[in-house]
């Protein structure tokens, strides 16, 4: 007699979208997600004539509060390659984490430096796995042996080989200074200059992105992270000079008078021995 | 007894006699003004979108007002036909005074501002975001205005896509007494980004010209493009089976 019920499949693997079900069917009924730290961000890539030349600004925000004035965006992943976050914080943190060590078990098995292609194709077969629900919008930019690349990678696995590159909300004011004043051939400090500046439009310009520039030069053989190259939000006072206080009151008597005796500390090691 | 009739829950006629905009149809998108040494510069391109299709190529989305002013619009083309109707009407009496005083650029403005935000009240708004440029006895006057009523003056606007992409640049590279070459160079380095990045941007562009003699409105022209990138060219060289 067979039991006329469904039977339960077990799920062989891959992603289980039951939580996303639930979360569409809350958010029906209106009940609101917790905010998730965002970076909100600027960062930037290009190809420069001795390799590649990463940015990014340092604001990482939850909702309307900017929750840290200075975090690190740019983030290792080899020691010939790089890669900016932009999206969920934790989930840009947790990706490239990820990444990294994959390609630090990929080195040790095959003698190698890591390529920048193993990396992006890492990250988007896992970012695509997950259909778009791990936030994290990269620039991944680093040197191996067949020559400098940039990429894009979009948080649902699509991505781009580009000559320049911009992610996150200030991407388009970013993007407004490459599509400018890019061209090919660049040398270190003209590629450093673009990159600041294209930052600092980002920062000016998009409400998700401030405080600092963070710049990453990867050329072949050496990486120079210059974190907090640029800092144009200074803490500032109101006067040059500092606070100037009234006339201090004058000391009449240094001597100091007890107001009550000091007391003993009995030694109590002894009754807690017991 | 009801002295008054309530029809339909609303005391103003009933509620399907009224139309009200609630999408546009024909759209254009960004305009980009300045100010320079001898006045304004306004720089739109001549798109006018159907949605996703470039459905009209030759739109002219700035018009001269009067004497003193220019107006250029961004968002629906049958409103800002709209209010070039009503602004022709106001210019129109506005000479039949022949008192000797004209409408400036200021006046239009404000005229523009409580147009747009009295139709956003009753909830039919005019679709567009204007720019509005002018000189008047040698005072030189930019403002904008949104189809929400929001209105401004500064020395350079921008509107829809121009606010994310030209703006930054503006910000960067605009000053104090411009020549007429490099206003022209400066817009055109905008609309060159906005023709990179806008998907309903054309590469047919007016740049029109407003000082004290008067108004220039330049033929059509086209921007060059430059898209010889090396990467360009072999993009996945070195990362074979990608995109």
């Known amino acids: 007699m067979t039991k006329a019920a469904a039977i339960e499949v077990p799920t062989k693997g891959g992603f289980s979208f039951d939580l996303c079900k639930r979360n569409d069917m809350l958010l029906k009924k209106g009940v609101q997600m917790p905010p998730f730290r965002k970076t909100g961000t600027t960062i930037v890539g290009l190809i420069f004539q001795d390799g590649v030349i990463l940015g990014a600004d340092t604001r990482a925000t939850e909702g309307p509060i900017v929750c840290d004035k200075n975090c690190e965006k740019i983030h290792y992943m080899a020691p010939n390659i790089y890669c900016c976050g932009a999206g969920t914080a934790a989930d840009t943190e947790a990706v490239t984490d990820m990444v990294s060590s994959q390609l630090k078990l990929h080195r040790y098995h095959t003698g190698r430096e890591s390529r920048v292609v193993t990396a992006l194709t890492l990250l988007k077969s896992h970012l695509f796995s997950y259909q778009g629900y791990v936030s994290a919008a990269l620039v991944l930019g680093g040197v191996d042996v067949t020559g400098p690349h940039l990429h894009t990678i979009y948080p649902h696995g699509s991505t781009d080989t580009l000559p320049f590159a911009t992610m996150g909300s200030g991407s388009l004011a970013a993007m407004a200074v490459f599509e400018s004043k890019y061209r090919e051939g660049l040398t270190r400090e003209e590629g450093i200059d673009l990159v600041a500046e294209a930052i600092c439009s980002g920062i000016f310009n998009d409400l998700g992105s401030g405080s600092n520039v963070d710049v990453c030069v990867i050329t072949k053989g050496n990486v120079d992270y210059l974190r907090n190259h640029k800092l144009p939000n200074p803490r500032t006072y109101v006067t040059a000079k500092g606070y100037s206080f009234p006339k201090p009151i004058e000391v009449l008597l240094t001597k100091v008078t007890m107001l009550r005796e000091k007391v003993e500390v009995i030694e109590a090691g002894d009754a807690m021995e017991e | ?243």
């Open chain 2, 1 to 243: 007894m009801d002295l008054i009739q309530i029809r339909g829950g609303n005391l103003v006629g009933h509620e399907s006699d009224s139309q009200r905009t609630q999408y546009p149809y024909v759209t254009g998108t960004s305009v980009i003004g300045i100010k320079y040494k001898d006045g304004i510069l306004i720089a739109a391109d001549m798109g006018g979108s159907y949605g996703s299709t470039i459905r009209y190529k030759s739109v002219e989305r700035i018009k001269p007002i009067g004497k003193h002013s220019l107006l250029g619009a961004s968002g629906e083309i049958s409103d800002f036909q709209e209010i070039l109707r009503n602004l022709d009407e106001l210019i129109l009496y506005d000479n039949m005074w022949d008192d000797g005083n004209t409408l400036g650029p200021k006046e239009v403005h404000n005229y523009l501002t409580r147009m747009m935000y009295n139709r956003r009240n009753k909830f039919n708004p005019l679709w567009n975001s204007l720019v509005l440029g002018g000189v008047k006895n040698g005072q030189k006057y930019l403002g904008t205005v949104s189809m929400i009523g929001v209105h401004y003056e500064d020395n350079h606007v921008a509107t829809g896509f121009g606010n994310h992409l030209a703006k930054p640049i503006l910000r960067d590279e605009w000053h104090e007494d411009l020549s007429f070459e490099d206003g022209v160079r400066l817009l055109e380095k905008c609309m060159r980004v906005l023709l990179y990045r806008d998907r309903s941007a054309v590469n047919k562009l007016q740049i029109a010209k407003l000082t004290e003699e008067g108004v220039t409105v330049s033929p059509p022209y086209a921007l060059k493009t430059h898209w010889e990138f090396n990467s360009f060219k072999n993009p996945t060289a070195g990362a074979e089976g990608s995109w």
